[in-house]
């Protein structure tokens, strides 16, 4: 019997199918990025051990594939079992047992590099400093207790265990965590207050708001949150209408529209040397380029035309307020979950499909119930794009700070930004200069050094590289670092190094007993 499995695993055949079936799972994962994102699919087809039900073409296909690990193992089994029957360690063989440990480590060492690494992002501001970055991907439920003044306890809970709604019990914690209903992708806005005035603008991103006007700032640092709602026309065609104002974050798209095949954008800008509040539109893009076209606040009086000889269209201003707060309005698939605590009480939910895009990321919901042994002890709505004053609660005399959050790596170093530069060739977007200045601080080490972060040039610290990767598009002084962790990061390059040595040496190995032969002849 143990024969004959073994007989099995030292079989060709094994191994050519094992390949073919290697070929059919990177043909069916590379057609299913289309429809499931290039993460996701990595994830279900290549970091799997079976693929239930893959995405082929445009349909689901109920049938079962092996998955990478599945095929890595057995063709690692393979190997093995093949070298060990067939060959044997004399020394006209040191080469193909060198080609052959070559390629077990290759596979072992993507297999530890698929389990182990991970890849994650640090986002930093001109003087700010970080002893952690967040995951591109991953979600927590984090719980801190922030009593003792030297150092926190944090307890974290995976977003996986959050979607599957049950109790969630952790020793650590004096309070077990009931989930009462879980997004795995929403957006949460807060309800309007009754004197907000709703404004139906039919285009952009701020489609049936809500207006909430607010008095003037008393502060000369403060310039408002101004908006204006306008109406673009050519001619007696009106070509619809926004509502405009300044980016409230990073990721805020801009108002943009197509008039005669060619793209525009719209905001609103504070410019003190101009006079303050400005409209600024220009081509898509260019914003704060040649084509931008600017007018004032004193002409944004309600009903006042404005046009430029260089733009194809006029505004007609409908309305504007110096200083506002925008809401959105509840939809048909909004949900208002009882809150009880906490800072999103007064929130509504609006559920949205999962993105799949490198571009975005799904920011999770969850309603989630504390409870001791007295009872409950409230609701309370977690949002993983929350990322303002944390929800706190006292017990047992601690005090407890809880969110949904990002996954978070911690480092025992911290990381601060000196300067962030972002040169460009003149008259181009080519990146001419793209690097981050830090100081790297490690009390364990004694460590204080200031390092130069470029393009092609990273910082390689204790197993982890932090590379040059983005910026803000909306505060120059923010740098966006990739931070990779990958444990088994030179096993590729020993393994390649092995089959070459052993390529190598059977190569001269043959070539030098030919040539003795010949002399000899």
């Excluded at 360690?89 to 052959?100: A, Q």
Aim: proline fraction near 6%; hydrophobic fraction near 40%; glycine fraction near 8%.
């Amino acid at each position: 019997m143990v024969n004959r499995i073994f007989k099995f695993f030292c079989s060709l055949r094994l191994t050519v199918t094992l390949l073919c079936f290697a070929v059919v799972l990177v043909f069916v994962g590379t057609l299913a990025q289309v429809h499931e994102g290039l993460y996701a699919a990595q994830t279900r087809y290549f970091k799997s051990w079976l693929v239930f039900e893959p995405t082929i073409g445009n349909s689901v296909w109920p049938i079962i594939l092996p998955g990478g690990y599945l095929l890595g193992t057995l063709l690692l089994i393979n190997l093995l079992a093949a070298h060990i029957k067939r060959f044997q360690f004399t020394s006209k063989k040191i080469g193909i047992h060198l080609i052959h440990g070559g390629l077990i480590l290759l596979l072992l060492g993507q297999l530890l590099t698929d389990m182990l690494s991970h890849e994650s992002s640090m986002r930093l501001f001109e003087g700010s400093r970080s002893n952690y970055s967040e995951d591109y991907r991953a979600n927590e439920f984090v719980m801190t207790d922030t009593s003792d003044s030297t150092s926190d306890k944090v307890v974290s809970i995976p977003e996986s265990l959050l979607a599957e709604k049950g109790e969630i019990r952790h020793e650590a914690l004096p309070v077990t965590l009931r989930v009462l209903n879980y997004w795995q992708n929403c957006d949460v806005q807060e309800i309007p207050p009754a004197q907000a005035v709703p404004v139906k603008a039919d285009h952009g991103y701020y489609r049936d708001s809500s207006v909430l006007a607010l008095p003037e700032p008393t502060s000369e640092s403060d310039h408002g949150h101004p908006a204006v709602f306008v109406e673009l026309t050519s001619g007696q065609k009106t070509l619809g209408s926004f509502l405009v104002t300044t980016p409230a974050a990073q990721d805020e798209p801009p108002q943009t529209f197509s008039i005669g095949g060619k793209d525009y954008a719209m905001t609103m800008l504070f410019a003190p040397m101009l006079g303050g509040n400005l409209l600024a539109v220009s081509r898509a893009g260019d914003m704060g380029g040649e084509s931008m076209v600017t007018f004032p606040e004193a002409d944004l009086a309600k009903d006042k035309e404005l046009q430029n000889q260089s733009l194809p269209f006029q505004l007609r201003v409908k309305q504007f307020w110096s200083n506002c707060r925008i809401y959105q309005q509840p939809g048909p698939k909004s949900i208002q979950p009882k809150i009880t605590h906490g800072a999103l009480a007064d929130c509504f939910v609006n559920p949205e499909p999962p993105v799949t895009d490198q571009d975005h990321r799904n920011l999770p919901g969850a309603v989630v119930e504390l409870r001791n042994g007295k009872g409950s002890l409230g609701t309370w709505l977690l949002w993983a794009g929350y990322d303002r004053a944390l929800d706190s609660l006292k017990i047992d005399g601690h005090t407890y700070q809880m969110a949904l959050q990002f996954k978070r790596y911690y480092k025992p170093y911290s990381i601060a930004l000196l300067k962030f530069s972002h040169d460009r060739y003149k008259g181009t977007d080519t990146p001419k200069n793209f690097s981050s200045r830090i100081r790297l601080v490690n009390p364990q080490s004694n460590e204080d050094r200031d390092v130069l972060i470029k393009m092609n040039n990273p910082l390689r610290y204790r197993g982890t590289t932090y590379y040059q990767a983005g910026f803000d598009k909306v505060r120059p002084d923010v740098t966006i670092l990739e931070v990779v962790t990958n444990p088994g990061w030179l096993t590729p390059y020993l393994a390649c190094v092995l089959v070459a040595a052993g390529m190598v040496y059977q190569f001269m190995s043959h070539l030098i007993g030919f040539a003795t032969k010949r002399r000899s002849a």
